[in-house]
């Protein structure tokens, strides 16, 4: 019993912590747009007019301000890749609309209008097929935001607690076996959804994916311009790079599966 409250307390300081996490600003991505220089304070109204009245480069130049000054938001980086994909800018619509994605994965907006920029790449790569509930598990991960993770967190070990309390107080063995059950259960859905949490978490600060951002870029067999040329690939293709300590240069890895090095000059970070 001591056992069980002792995790409960745990918990309670762990599920707490990704719960500040969410308010802190996360740290701001530098952006290879110049920045238009503003002789007055901006705001979320004047890029939402620009747009609608279709300056689209005005209302990017604006969100850009607006992100550097607030920081990162999934809603300023969906409504950026909205300004570059009616410009045409397939490539940095795409790249906006990965770092939406990757801080509210659960948006079915962003999800969509990712996959409708991707429509208009030139690379069409075919992932490599994986474990059943690799895919699974990937999927439910992705299903929620850390906000949302964190409040599901918070609920599911108030609903332990409170059930562990009827286990304890309430005679009736009935009662018992009901408080029981509701708090393993509870208590199971608290660990994951923290976990979860902390993943995605962890994606956030720790960023391996990046998006082809030159028209064209030859992947090396080397870190090296004399290295064998394996494959190219076009601006707007999503890769991860899987080695980053070189100034020029990182190793990449495609979801079909192929390997090499690219140019850093080539990607921009997601």
């Known amino acids: 019993m001591k056992r069980i409250l002792s995790i409960l307390l745990t918990l309670t300081v762990v599920v707490g912590s990704f719960a500040q996490g969410d308010t802190l600003t996360l740290p701001s ?80 907006d962003i999800r969509l209008n990712l996959e409708m920029a991707r429509f208009k790449t030139v690379d069409k790569v075919v992932p490599a097929s994986e474990m059943f509930f690799v895919a699974v598990y990937r999927s439910l991960v992705l299903s929620l935001s850390i906000t949302e993770w964190a409040v599901l967190a918070i609920a599911m070990f108030i609903l332990a607690l409170a059930a562990f309390c009827l286990y304890l107080f309430v005679p009736s063995i009935a009662s018992k076996k009901i408080g029981f059950t509701v708090a393993l259960i509870a208590l199971l859905l608290c660990i994951f959804a923290n976990v979860a949490a902390f993943q995605q978490r962890s994606h ?22 004399s290295g064998t040329d394996l494959f190219i690939l076009h601006e707007g293709t999503h890769v991860d790079i899987i080695d980053d300590t070189m100034r020029e240069w990182v190793e990449i890895h495609m979801s079909d599966g192929k390997d090499g090095w690219l140019s850093r000059e ?5």
């Open 266 to 270: 080539n990607i921009e970070v997601i």
């Open 29 to 108: 991505i530098a952006s290879a747009d110049t920045t238009v220089a503003a002789s007055e304070p901006v705001t979320k109204a004047m890029a939402d007019s620009a747009y609608t009245h279709e300056r689209y480069a005005e209302a990017a130049a604006i969100y850009r301000q607006l992100t550097d000054s607030l920081g990162e938001s999934a809603q300023l980086y969906f409504n950026l890749g909205n300004c570059y994909y009616r410009q045409d800018s397939i490539a940095r619509a795409i790249l906006y609309y990965e770092r939406a994605r990757l801080l509210d994965p659960s948006d079915d």
């Open 204 to 225: 956030i600060q720790h960023r391996t994916g990046a998006v082809v951002m030159s028209p064209s870029a030859v992947v090396k067999s080397t870190p090296s311009a």
